[in-house]
């Protein structure tokens, strides 16, 4: 069973810093795509950010955190991580881990972790 642990979560004023870490443990063949979600309050899940790998990785930012925010990844590690940078307000979310693998058989599969507060207010 893979399990995808997130941390770096907390509460901060507008303007400041967070980085968030998310590792992957268990029976992983390939992975296809790393990335971050968020929801808030009365909102749908929404990407964030997302790096997918084929013959070279791309990278994706939603427009509201482009310039701010910066996806990275160590796939040997299984591990993925976002630094944000100027926090606004209006990025005050649950933030979600999301591992998208293929085992042997060439099966999709969508992992995801249990969500790490991000509150940003004065």
């Known amino acids: 069973q893979v399990q995808l642990v997130e941390s770096g979560g907390g509460l901060v004023q507008p303007g400041e810093s967070l980085r968030l870490s998310c590792a992957a443990s268990?029976?992983?063949?390939?992975?296809?795509?790393m990335g971050w979600y968020r929801q808030a309050p009365e909102k749908q899940r929404e990407l964030v950010a997302r790096?997918?790998?084929?013959?070279?990785?791309?990278?994706t930012y939603a427009d509201s955190v482009k310039g701010r925010f910066t996806i990275s990844s160590d796939v040997a590690k299984n591990t993925v991580s976002l630094q944000m940078n100027s926090l606004k307000p209006e990025d005050t979310a649950v933030y979600y881990c999301n591992i998208g693998t293929y085992n042997i058989y060439r099966e999709p599969t969508d992992y995801w972790g249990q969500g790490t507060q991000v509150t940003v207010s004065s």
């Open positions: 790096i997918i790998y084929d013959h070279i990785a791309r990278t």
């Open positions: 268990g029976n992983i063949f390939s992975i296809n795509t």
